[in-house]
Nanobody, 115 residues
Framework: QVQLVESGGGLVQAGGSLRLSCVASRSIFSINRMGWYRQAPGKQRELVATITSAGSTNYADSVKGRFTCSRDNAKNTVYLQMNSLKPEDTADYYC?????????WGKGTLVTVSS
């Protein structure tokens, strides 16, 4: 099982940017689907972005045009570049991958966007 560790969260003003990183404990080359979910206080966890091993991405409508998901297999790392942040983006952000039909998660990193 690959362990995931997120970093890069913090406090930012609305309109600002953050880049989240997710480092895996071993190679992600063979993991097809990876990405990011988020969970705001009192809400269910929701998909933010996914990326395949071929680099194909998918985004939630709420972040399209503002967030970019990428991966660097050589560094065992997945990124989430977040621009034009809004207060409603405030949440715990979790790195994710799917393997053998099961979902695996990191422990999360908190993003807080002030108005």
């Amino acid at each position: 099982q690959v362990q995931l560790v997120e970093s890069g969260g913090g406090l930012v003003q609305a309109g600002g940017s953050l880049r989240l990183s997710c480092v895996a404990s071993r190679s992600i080359f063979s993991i097809n689907r990876m990405g990011w979910y988020r969970q705001a206080p009192g809400k269910q966890r929701e998909l933010v972005a996914t990326i395949t091993s071929a680099g194909s991405t998918n985004y939630a409508d709420s972040v399209k045009g503002r967030f970019t998901c990428s991966r660097d297999n050589a560094k065992n790392t997945v990124y989430l570049q977040m621009n034009s942040l809004k207060p409603e983006d405030t949440a715990d952000y979790y790195c994710w991958y799917n393997w053998g039909g099961l979902d695996y998660w990191g422990k999360g990193t908190l993003v807080t966007v002030s108005s």
